[in-house]
């Protein structure tokens, strides 16, 4: 599959609508969504006030101190805010994008499906679910459909990014199309399924713009922890003021404790970092998921994806491609091998089932037969029933069928043939590998058996073996016999599987290992796989499935491929990681500011505190300066690594915890040390305090 051009990490342009947006979320509504940096809004206006007072006489620190700390509190907030837009503005570039796709177009609407020559030209906006369109090549689809007549190659570039074109044809799992793709060869003829403002795209632009986006119980329980720390750090600041004045006035001095210093190290010790990047990780969760190519139609479903242990898959369209395909011709009594696939051709010219195709496809390419017509030959097409379970054609060189093994020899020994021995085993030892054989004979006798094999889709073996790295079972869960299963479990690689499945059964299959306590996640396709994927934890439609497999599930697979789980996997756990890591850090910067600010701050009422200024700070104003610049721009520096999030690494979770403990605990308080007193440094060479 090509790869995608990778785009620069923030454009200029998305940049610039990032800035614009930080001043737009000023709002008080806006601010009042983050508790914790609600407070730095409330507290930059405090110190605005303060500065404005002390322009009138009225000041308890220097005019240039407060407007100091009051520039820097207002960064602050403008930073929190630009980290968020430019979270959101990945998504709305994309928007965009897809918006481009969506033109207005003009449909060709057909009376009935069968009527591709009485074409009606109406507005593509006008179509409804259950009309008919005819799409020809170089012309848009315009609404969301399936395929039910022609195959043909479409673009789909517009929608999942990848610039090699997709086949799609009736039946089996390739006949869905999304509005605003493009047909580049051939023709198809498309039932509409969804309505105006109903269709994939539309979803998809209201999901990646973030519109849609609600917080996920994980995030909303760590917000309710922020907003209890700050709420006791506010207490324990605003108790220090009095206490500080009681001091001061005991030693017969005045308070050198301002509120603005006061209001500066609130903002300090509370959990700002975190606060400011919680929603832009969990917005660059989502877009993460988009760039690969998934759907998600909640926050939740990402995050319970970081703890999946238990994979169910649907076998028709999602391991296998969903249609049978001719891979063996087998003749037997004798017969040339050039016959049978010549007779085996000849009754599926006028097959149009994926199957009769590729029995067509096949013998082209084993024995160079083209494909011929049926009018040349004065043939008769005897189409296939569920009473004779047989098709095939009548021609000049006689009568040739082809069928389930126990039809065709009903038909030959009525004819005074014989189903010998050889055929037996041949059908029998196609049976015993899982797949489907079709008897060949011509005129009363047996030419032959021809192979049809449910295809495994490339490389899912390998990605299985990597799910099973990542502690995940997988299941596939088919509607076929034991045996059959058997044969594609076998091959796809799968660690369990379940035959003869219902949609009653794979639903309680669901429910039961749920009740255990595992978190699951299923991927289908199909109408009868709706049931299980609403139930499950994490429910993954491919985008080739049905409207009702969409709808059912959670999150939908725009590449159709079985093994996307691997991804979704990976960003769930990477987003669960990236929050708890920059948690960690911004907890653990507190250390640092403890010894940045309350040395400093009450050295002058108890020098004994002097001990704890082991940054060697110039003096207070310089130590609360440099903590709340350092304050603000941690919060540009953590941007990058909040969109990317942490690198993901498959290594068991006691081993993982311990690493990210080490790297943004212990780095959480190194950093900070470092840093402030850098920019004391720079504070005090330059004059500036």
């Not at 539309?202 to 609600?214: N, S, Y």
């Not at 001061?248 to 700002?272: F, K, R, Y």
């Not at 499945?501 to 709706?530: C, F, S, W, Y």
Request: charged share 20%.
């Amino acid at each position: 599959m090509p790869s995608k051009t990778k785009s620069p990490f923030v454009t200029r342009e998305l940049a610039g609508r990032a800035v614009r947006d930080a001043f737009a979320k000023l709002a008080p509504k806006t601010q009042l969504k983050n508790p914790v940096m609600f407070l730095v809004y409330v507290s930059a206006f405090l110190t605005t006030g303060l500065y404005v007072c002390s322009l009138f006489g009225t000041a308890d620190a220097r005019p240039a101190f407060i407007l100091a700390v009051a520039l820097i509190l207002w960064l602050t907030v403008l930073f929190a805010n630009f980290a968020e837009a430019i979270a959101e503005g990945r998504g709305k570039a994309q928007a965009d994008a897809l918006r481009a796709a969506r033109q207005d177009v003009t449909a060709n609407k057909l009376s009935s499906p069968a009527a591709r020559d009485a074409v009606q030209r109406v507005p593509g906006a006008s179509l409804v679910k259950g009309d008919c369109v005819l799409v020809n090549a170089g012309e848009q689809i315009p609404a969301d459909g399936e395929v039910i007549e022609g195959a043909a190659s479409v673009d789909e570039s517009a929608i999942t990014g990848e610039s090699a074109p997709v086949i799609r044809e009736s039946g089996g799992d390739r006949s869905a199309v999304t509005g605003g793709t493009t047909v580049i060869s051939d023709w198809l003829v498309v039932r509409v399924t969804s309505g105006p403002g109903e269709s994939f795209l539309d979803k998809m632009i209201a999901m990646v713009e973030g519109a849609a986006r609600k917080k996920t119980p994980n995030e909303i329980a760590l917000e309710i922890l922020l907003v209890a720390l700050t709420i006791i750090f506010l207490l324990v600041t605003v108790s220090l003021f009095p206490f500080s004045q009681f001091s001061a006035s005991q030693a017969g001095m005045a308070n050198p404790t301002s509120i603005t210093a006061l209001v500066a190290l609130l903002v300090c010790l509370a959990p700002t970092t975190i606060g400011a990047l919680l929603s832009a990780i969990g917005i660059a969760g989502m877009s993460r998921l988009n760039q690969a190519n998934v759907l998600a139609m909640s926050g939740r479903a990402i995050e319970a994806a970081g703890d999946v242990d238990t994979l169910r898959l649907d076998k028709t369209g999602t391991i296998t491609r969903g249609n049978r395909q001719a891979c063996e011709f087998i003749p037997v009594d004798g017969a040339p091998a050039a016959e049978l696939a010549d007779a085996a051709q000849l009754s599926s010219l006028a097959d149009e089932t994926p199957e009769g195709r590729s029995v067509v496809v096949l013998a082209k390419e084993q024995f160079g037969l083209r494909g011929r017509s049926m009018s040349e030959l004065h043939t008769s097409f005897i189409p296939f029933s569920a009473k004779t379970r047989m098709s095939g054609v009548d021609c000049e060189e006689g009568e040739v069928r082809k069928g389930a093994a126990d039809a065709v020899k009903a038909y030959v020994q009525s004819k005074g043939g014989t189903f010998s021995q050889e055929c037996e085993a041949a059908v029998e030892r196609i049976a015993r590998e899982g797949g489907t054989p079709l008897v060949v004979a011509k005129n009363g006798r047996v030419l032959g058996v021809i192979h049809l094999k449910d295809i495994v889709k490339q490389g899912v073996k390998e990605k299985f073996a990597d799910l099973r790295k990542m502690g995940i079972r997988t299941v596939m869960i088919t509607g076929d016999n034991p045996l059959t299963a058997s044969a594609i479990a076998a091959e796809a690689g799968v660690d369990d599987f379940l035959a003869e499945a219902t949609p009653e059964g794979k639903l309680h299959m669901i429910r039961q290992l749920q009740a255990k306590g595992h978190l699951v996640a299923m991927t289908g396709d199909g109408t009868n796989d709706a049931p299980a994927l609403a139930q499950a934890d994490v429910a993954v439609a491919m985008n080739t499935g049905t409207q009702a497999a969409k709808e059912a599930g959670n999150m939908v697979d725009l590449d159709s491929s079985p093994t996307k789980l691997i991804d979704i996997v990976r960003i769930g756990k990477q987003l669960l990681m990236t929050r708890g890591s920059l948690t960690t850090f911004s907890i653990a910067n507190d250390v640092a500011k403890y010894f940045a600010i309350l040395p400093a701050l009450f050295m002058g009422l108890y020098p004994g505190l002097a001990a704890l200024n082991i940054m060697h700070l110039a003096s207070a104003e310089s130590a609360i300066l440099s903590a709340i610049i350092y304050n603000a721009l941690i919060i540009v520096a953590l941007i990058p690594l909040a969109l990317r999030g942490v690198k993901y690494r498959e290594v068991p979770a006691g081993k993982l915890l311990s690493r990210n403990l080490l790297i943004y605990g212990l780095g959480g308080i190194a950093a900070p040390f470092a840093a402030i007193k850098l920019i004391d440094m720079f504070l005090v060479g330059f004059g500036l305090v």
